[in-house]
Structures are given as C-alpha cells and as structure tokens.
C-alpha cells in the first residue's frame, strides 16, 4: 500500500531533551516536507527536501533540523525542544514538481507532540 | 498579512444544499492551488488542485479560480454529512515546492 509513514504517532517529551521524528514514504518520491498544524494558525511548513541529500527552509524552520541520506526518510530533528513546539506535525511526499502543480501531496498520519 | 486566508467558519448547510468555500491570497506570484479536506484527527486529503482562471469540475465538487482577484472558492454540490470537515485552501508559488495553507473552513453538513 502507498504510504506516509511517521513515528511515533504520540510523543510527550520534556523541554531540552533531543528527540526525532521519523517519516518514510514508499512512493519513490523526490519530494518531501515536514509541517506543523497549530490552532488559529493552520498548517505551516518547517523544511522541504527536493532530493537527497537537498534540504530547503520553508516557513517555520527555527529550532528544527531535517536531513535526506534515503530517499525514502526525511527525519524531524528537535535538538533542545521547547513548550512552543508542541504541535501537530505532518509529514508529506509527493513527485517532484515539473511545472504550475498537478502534484497531489500525501501525507502522513501525523505525530502529536508534547514538550513539557 | 496571512499569505492565505479563509473564512474558518464554522459554515453550516442542510444536507443536499451547495456549500461554497472561499479563500483569498495574497502574492501574485502564486501558480498553483489546492484544496485538502480534513477529518477531525485525520490528516488532509487531497480534493482538488487548479492553476489556470476559470472553473474546474470534478464529481459534486467545482474548483474556481480568478487571479485578478486572488481569490479561490471550493462548490460542493448535493452536500452530504459524510462531508463536514475542515476545508484547507493552499497556494504554492513557481517553484511549487513552498507550499502557504490557509487555517482552514469548519463545514457542518446537517442531516
């Protein structure tokens, strides 16, 4: 089955103490990119990866750090998580554009996050 | 200014009415628009995507668009319960990589 996987789906952490988000797609997409979703403020992109080993910052990258070695992974780094990254967070896949979007994002189950 | 912005409702239709969803952004330079559904708890769900002026039908449900106005609105015909969920407009730009969401239109279908 085509899917965004991320891990764990439930995370309750306290503040400083380094933590990781997996996300994995079997989809052979180029394309892959990390969001939180906060109340009032809708969905809101971290960073972006176009291929491995290329990494980009969208809208909200402070305190975050992404890398691509596989394809197929896109880990959210939070070194030393704080009480405002504590969110909803989605990751998501999809072909690599080639002109004005008919590119459909998929995206993962989501990882709720707590930072104490 | 929100790069894009949605009226975040909550939007309540009798069943088999037509909901209009409207959405608003603010750069010019967006190219390519999307509207994703969202189940209470689910994560969004692709329904439409449209980059030219103009109408885009598919099924129940018309994408419409107009640059000039920067503005783009979601019809779902015949609503149904099964549709109540938030409605999430998104714009990416040229390069289509950078994607801007809106926060999202609560939709109430009633039975």
């Known amino acids: 089955e085509a899917q965004v996987t991320q891990n764990p789906r439930y995370l309750i952490t306290v503040t400083g103490k380094k933590l990781t988000v997996t996300c994995s797609q079997n989809m052979n997409h180029e394309y892959m990119s990390w969001y939180r979703q906060d109340p009032g403020l809708g969905l809101r992109q971290i960073y972006y990866?176009?291929?491995?080993?290329?990494?980009d910052k969208g809208d909200v990258p402070e305190g975050y750090k992404v890398s691509r070695k596989e394809k197929r992974n896109f880990p959210l780094i939070l070194e030393s998580p704080s009480p405002n990254q504590t969110s909803l967070y989605f990751c998501?896949?999809?072909?690599?554009?080639?002109?004005?979007?008919?590119?459909?994002?998929?995206f993962g189950p989501g990882t709720r996050l707590t930072v104490l | 200014q929100k790069e894009v912005e949605q009226n975040s409702g909550p939007l309540s239709v009798p069943e088999g009415a037509i909901a209009s969803l409207n959405c608003t952004y603010s750069d010019r330079g967006s190219q390519s628009f999307f509207w994703y559904r969202q189940y209470s708890g689910k994560s969004p769900e692709l329904i439409m995507f449209i980059y030219s002026n103009g109408d885009k039908e598919d099924g129940r449900f018309t994408a419409q668009l107009n640059k000039a106005s920067q503005y783009v609105s979601l019809l779902i015909r015949d609503s149904q319960p099964s549709d109540s969920a938030t409605y999430l407009c998104?714009?990416?730009?040229?390069?289509?990589?950078?994607?801007?969401f809106g926060t999202g239109t609560s939709l109430t279908v009633i039975p």
């Open positions: 990866s176009m291929n491995v080993e290329v990494t």
């Open positions: 998501a896949s999809k072909l690599l554009a080639g002109g004005p979007g008919t590119n459909e994002q998929f």
């Open positions: 998104a714009v990416s730009r040229n390069t289509g990589n950078q994607f801007y």
